[in-house]
C-alpha cells in the first residue's frame, strides 16, 4: 500500500508544480517526461500550447552534422552533444527535396534551393523553415534575384527571429559577376509578406555589402569588407520608402593584422595570417552591434588557397553615440559560438556550461568549429575549439570519432520547441 501511495504523490501533483519541474529540465527529458502517464503528457502538451510559457531549461548548444555536399537530400542529419559525447539522431527531411544550401535560425533549419531556367540560369530561390523538434514549416514566397544569376554567384542570408514571431524578417544578399564587374542586390521579406521587396538605394547601388545584421526586424547594419571607416544603415520600417544612411566612423578603427609568413616551396606553397569579419547582434540587446575579427591561416598553392588553423578573436563594439568601434574583452556574462554559417551569442547567466570545456566557465570565450569540405586539401578538415578573449588564448577540443570520418558541415544548433 505504501508503494502505491507513494505512485499517486507523484501522479497527483498540481500542474502549477510540474510545470516548475519541467522548467529545469532540458529538452530530451522535458519531451520523456510525457511518456511517463497520461496525466503528464497532458501536462506537457498543455505546457506547448502557448509559446515560452513553460520552456525548456537552456541548454548548450549540440553540433548539427550535415550530410555531405555531394548528397541533396537530407533526410537524416547527427546531433552531437558534446558534454556528454553522445550522438543523437533527427529528421531533417523538410519534404521539399533536394536543397543547394543549409542554414539555422533559433532551433529551425531553413533550407534554401534554386530554380533554374531552360538556359542553366538560376531563375528564382526558394526558402523553407523547418523545426526538427515540433514538425512545423514555413515557406517564404518565391525569390526572383531580378539580376542575371550565374554560377559565381554568392548568396548570403540573414534572419531576425522565426517564423513563429511577429518581428520575423529574411534578407538575403545576391552577389554576382556581371561583365567585370560585381553586383549586389538586397531583398527582405517579413511573415506575412506575399513578395519580396528590393533594398534599392544610392548607397545599395554603389557598394557591396561583406556582411550584415538585422536589428529590432526594421534596421540593417552592414560593412563593407576590410573597410571599417563607415557602417551602412537601411531604415526598413516603410517598405515603399526604404532609406539608408552612412555612419562615418572615427579613429582608431579595428586593425586587420594581415601578415605574410611561413615558407614556399618552389614558390608554389606560402602562408600568410589573415582575417575574416563577420557582425552578430544580441537579441536581448536590440541595439548593441559586434564585430567579431577570425584570425586564422591562410595557404596559397599556385591557384588554390586553403583555410588553414584558427589563430585567435578580435571582438569590437559598435559605439553609436562615440561613432567608433571599441575593442572589448568582456562580453558581460556571455559568450560566442561561431562556425561556417554565421556566430550568434549566448548568455552563461541561464547556461550551465559544460565542465570538460571550461571547467564550467564560458564567460569570454569564443567556440569556434569549422570545415574544411575541400578534398584535395592536405590541410586541417575540421577545427574544434575555444578562444579565451581573457588571456588570448585558444584550447583545442578533442574531436568524436564521428567528426574524423565524415565530411558533412557541422553547425552549432539549439534545437526548440516553438
Known amino acids: 500500500m505504501a508503494e502505491k501511495k507513494g505512485k499517486n504523490i507523484w501522479l497527483e501533483l498540481q500542474q502549477e508544480v510540474l510545470e516548475l519541474i519541467l522548467q529545469k529540465l532540458v529538452l530530451k527529458?522535458?519531451?520523456?517526461?510525457?511518456?511517463?502517464?497520461?496525466?503528464?503528457?497532458?501536462?506537457?502538451?498543455?505546457?506547448?500550447?502557448?509559446?515560452?510559457r513553460c520552456p525548456p531549461a537552456p541548454q548548450f548548444p549540440f553540433l548539427l552534422v550535415l550530410p555531405s555536399?555531394?548528397?541533396?537530400?537530407?533526410?537524416?542529419?547527427?546531433?552531437l552533444e558534446l558534454s556528454q559525447d553522445t550522438l543523437y539522431t533527427i529528421s531533417t527531411d523538410s519534404g521539399e527535396g533536394s536543397f543547394d544550401d543549409v542554414g539555422s535560425v533559433e532551433g529551425?533549419?531553413?533550407?534554401?534551393?534554386?530554380?533554374?531556367?531552360?538556359?542553366?540560369?538560376?531563375?528564382?530561390c526558394l526558402h523553407t523553415f523547418f523545426n526538427p523538434v515540433s514538425g512545423e514549416k514555413h515557406n517564404l514566397p518565391p525569390l526572383f534575384p531580378r539580376m542575371k544569376i550565374d554560377s559565381s554567384v554568392r548568396t548570403e542570408t540573414k534572419f531576425y527571429s522565426t517564423p513563429s514571431s511577429p518581428k520575423f524578417v529574411t534578407v538575403i544578399s545576391f552577389v554576382a559577376c556581371i561583365g567585370s564587374e560585381l553586383k549586389?542586390?538586397?531583398?527582405?521579406?517579413?511573415?506575412?509578406?506575399?513578395?519580396?521587396?528590393?533594398?534599392?538605394?544610392?548607397?545599395?547601388?554603389?557598394?557591396?555589402?561583406?556582411?550584415?545584421?538585422?536589428?529590432?526586424?526594421?534596421?540593417?547594419?552592414?560593412?563593407?569588407e576590410g573597410v571599417f571607416d563607415f557602417?551602412?544603415?537601411?531604415?526598413?520600417?516603410?517598405a515603399t520608402a526604404i532609406?539608408?544612411?552612412r555612419l562615418v566612423l572615427l579613429d582608431p578603427k579595428p586593425d586587420p593584422m594581415v601578415s605574410h609568413e611561413g615558407f614556399r616551396v618552389r614558390d608554389v606553397l606560402r602562408f600568410i595570417t589573415d582575417c575574416f569579419s563577420m557582425m552578430v547582434t544580441d537579441p536581448t540587446r536590440e541595439e548593441e552591434v559586434l564585430l567579431v575579427l577570425h584570425l586564422h591561416d591562410k595557404v596559397f598553392n599556385g591557384e588554390r588557397k586553403s583555410?588553414?588553423?584558427?589563430?585567435?578573436f578580435r571582438v569590437f563594439k559598435l559605439d553609436i553615440s562615440e561613432c567608433r568601434w571599441m575593442e572589448i574583452d568582456n562580453l558581460d556574462g556571455r559568450f560566442l559560438v561561431l562556425d561556417c554559417k554565421g556566430i550568434r551569442v549566448m548568455s552563461t547567466t541561464v547556461l550551465d556550461c559544460p565542465e570538460n570545456f571550461t571547467g564550467g566557465?564560458?564567460?569570454?570565450?569564443?567556440?569556434f568549429c569549422l570545415t574544411n569540405n575541400n578534398r584535395l586539401d592536405p590541410y586541417v578538415k575540421r577545427g574544434l575549439g575555444v578562444f579565451s578573449l581573457t588571456d588570448k588564448r585558444i584550447r583545442n577540443l578533442p574531436l568524436h570519432p564521428f567528426l574524423k570520418v565524415v565530411s558533412g558541415t557541422c553547425s552549432w544548433f539549439t534545437p526548440s520547441l516553438w
Open 231 to 238: 557602417v551602412i544603415v537601411f531604415y526598413l520600417r516603410d
Open 108 to 124: 529551425w533549419l531553413v533550407f534554401r534551393k534554386s530554380i533554374h531556367n531552360s538556359s542553366g540560369s538560376r531563375s528564382c
Open 184 to 224: 549586389q542586390r538586397l531583398e527582405f521579406c517579413k511573415l506575412n509578406d506575399k513578395s519580396w521587396t528590393s533594398i534599392n538605394t544610392l548607397e545599395s547601388r554603389s557598394i557591396i555589402i561583406h556582411d550584415f545584421v538585422i536589428i529590432g526586424g526594421c534596421k540593417i547594419y552592414g560593412i563593407v
Open 243 to 245: 532609406t539608408c544612411e
Open 69 to 79: 555536399p555531394d548528397r541533396t537530400i537530407a533526410e537524416l542529419s547527427t546531433l
Open 361 to 367: 566557465n564560458c564567460g569570454n570565450c569564443v567556440f
Open 307 to 312: 583555410f588553414g588553423s584558427t589563430k585567435g
Open 29 to 52: 527529458d522535458y519531451l520523456n517526461c510525457g511518456q511517463v502517464c497520461r496525466y503528464w503528457r497532458n501536462v506537457v502538451v498543455d505546457a506547448l500550447a502557448i509559446k515560452g
